[in-house]
């Protein structure tokens, strides 16, 4: 066994969650088996975004073609403090300390700058935050440990113009067999509102009617995620599906409705990445109809606003009164964060879910096999389930 046996991060705030201007406290714990000479103990706070893609670019004809590989990359730095936890700074002159054996706990205090984008784990890029230790040991490989935390940006939807309105859309689609053109197939599709949070559900309203020959496999609602990731003046357009519901087949001369089936949202980050110029994210809802056979299915795209903190008229439909008059929702909610009842009886307190896209493993180019912490990590968004609230407050 060596000298070292702990080196860890806590956080005083168990879920790992802040917004904006919070306060990051914590410990970090360090554990010797015997005296180790260092030049000191250092904490890292880090905040930034990062996008990085290849593409292979082909020119010229015959035996002068070439193709070469060009990276395209885009960094932003938020914030990036060290703390001296014992010892010396980096750089820094002068004989180095000697920590004797034993167990040690030095206490961190830091507070996020405003702005900052939610955090985000993405296919080509990220935004990630996270702390870091390091015994710099002279000579000598250093100990690393790693914590990541979540940073979440509150879009309040009650700002987001258009996020109370209902939207809609139609299409209609003919389809050709040969030399034989059947009748069409066309469909309506409608949602009542263009604003949601994570755990709502989206009631899908549509009609569809086949008057063509041929059968219809199914039609079905999917929630799409549009990431859009930008480094040196080139763009890189993602799209993911993050659920979908469906209807079985529609035959000939057949028809079919949707009376409000329901599309839950699952834990995903707020429209846009407000704070962060290389990332955005948008979403949509689309209603699709696919044919049996070769062709191209219906489509019907309607756009969406995903928040952070639920409009006031669901907290009403949902039985929360809204927040009292001279109160803002962000104050509100950023006061409930690490508490560990909201601030008003009757309004829902910010619950917390697992991003639907699960862990990534957060070890970068300047971490080493020697780093401690756990480098599984996911992103954690502001998540409401509606069906555990309590019992609905008195009409007013």
């Keep these: 066994m060596g000298k070292l046996n702990t080196f860890g991060i806590s956080l005083n705030n168990p879920q790992g969650v802040y917004y904006s201007g919070q306060v990051v406290e914590g410990h970090v714990t360090v554990e010797l088996n015997g005296e180790m000479k260092m030049r000191g103990i250092r904490l890292q706070f880090y905040g930034g975004a990062f996008v990085r893609w290849s593409e292979s670019h082909t020119t010229g004809t015959g035996k002068n073609r070439r193709t070469r590989t060009v990276v395209y990359s885009s960094q932003e730095n938020y914030f990036n403090y060290e703390l001296v936890l014992f010892g010396k700074a980096a750089g820094q002159g002068g004989d180095n300390p000697t920590l004797p054996a034993g167990r040690y706990t030095y206490p961190f205090r830091y507070q996020l700058p405003p702005g900052l984008p939610s955090s985000f784990e993405g296919t080509v890029g990220r935004i990630r935050y996270w702390l870091k230790g390091t015994i710099d040991k002279p000579w000598k490989f250093d100990h690393t440990t790693k914590r990541a935390f979540t940073v979440v940006n509150l879009l309040d939807l009650n700002t987001v113009p258009g996020a109370?309105?209902?939207?809609?859309?139609?299409?209609?689609?003919?389809?050709?067999?040969?030399?034989?053109?059947?009748?069409?197939?066309?469909?309506r599709f409608q949602i009542d509102r263009r604003g949601y949070v994570p755990g709502e559900s989206i009631p899908i309203k549509a009609e569809v009617i086949n008057h063509s020959n041929r059968r219809m496999t199914r039609?079905?609602?999917?929630?799409?995620?549009?990431?859009?990731?930008?480094?040196?003046?080139?763009?890189?357009?993602?799209?993911?599906?993050?659920?979908?519901?469906?209807?079985?087949?529609?035959?000939?001369?057949?028809?079919?409705?949707w009376n409000g089936d329901l599309l839950r949202i699952p834990p995903v980050p707020p429209s846009e990445l407000q704070g962060c110029r290389i990332i955005e994210i948008h979403y949509y809802v689309q209603f699709c109809v696919s044919p049996a056979g070769p062709s191209f299915k219906l489509e019907i795209p309607l756009g969406l606003t995903i928040g952070s903190i639920p409009l006031r008229s669901t907290l009403q439909q949902y039985g929360f009164a809204p927040p009292s008059r001279g109160i803002g929702h962000h104050e509100l909610y950023q006061g409930a964060a690490q508490a560990t009842a909201p601030p008003e009886e009757s309004m829902p307190p910010p619950s917390y879910a697992e991003s639907v896209f699960g862990t990534v493993n957060i070890k970068d180019d300047a971490d080493t096999e020697y780093t401690k912490g756990d480098m599984n990590y996911a992103p954690v968004y502001t998540y409401y389930n509606w069906e555990q609230r309590p019992s609905p407050s008195a009409p007013m």
């Design 164 to 187: 109370t309105e209902g939207s809609s859309g139609a299409n209609e689609k003919n389809l050709c067999c040969l030399c034989c053109k059947s009748g069409p197939i066309s469909s």
């Design 219 to 257: 039609s079905y609602a999917s929630l799409c995620m549009v990431v859009r990731y930008h480094a040196r003046g080139k763009t890189r357009t993602n799209f993911e599906k993050i659920g979908e519901i469906s209807h079985g087949e529609i035959l000939p001369g057949e028809s079919d409705v």
